[in-house]
């Protein structure tokens, strides 16, 4: 399966944590907002975004990929923003991506993320 068949799935569990202004980069959905680091020249689009009162929340379909460099990257952008905003980021992961996503969790240390299984 392809990270665009989660989606529903992912939205869904976003709806459980009752976030507000709730956006999907997915149809039907507004797209939520592009960030880019300053050193970079790439651009990072949170998966699904929330809030809660006024914390802000990013969810994040994980998956295996080769280009682990760029997802790290990502999530770390997206941790940080989570962080300033005293949110959280949710790394949701479907079957047979767990053991991986956990593998660059533990070696990169990312603070404020957050490990779903996605069923």
């Known amino acids: 399966m392809e990270k665009i068949d989660y989606f529903p799935d992912a939205i869904d569990w976003a709806k459980t944590l009752r976030l507000s202004d709730l956006k999907a980069n997915f149809e039907g959905y507004e797209a939520p907002r592009t960030f880019q680091r300053a050193d970079e020249d790439i651009s990072y689009t949170p998966d699904i975004t929330g809030r809660r009162l006024t914390k802000k929340f990013y969810v994040e379909i994980a998956m295996k990929d080769e280009d682990t460099t760029s997802m790290v990257s ?5 941790s940080t923003m989570a962080s300033m905003k005293g949110g959280k980021l949710y790394l ?28």
């Open 92 to 119: 949701l992961a479907p079957r047979g991506h767990k053991a991986f996503v956990q593998s660059l969790l533990d070696r990169y240390q990312l603070p404020n993320a957050e490990l779903i299984y996605l069923s």
């Open 74 to 78: 990502k999530w770390k952008l997206l």
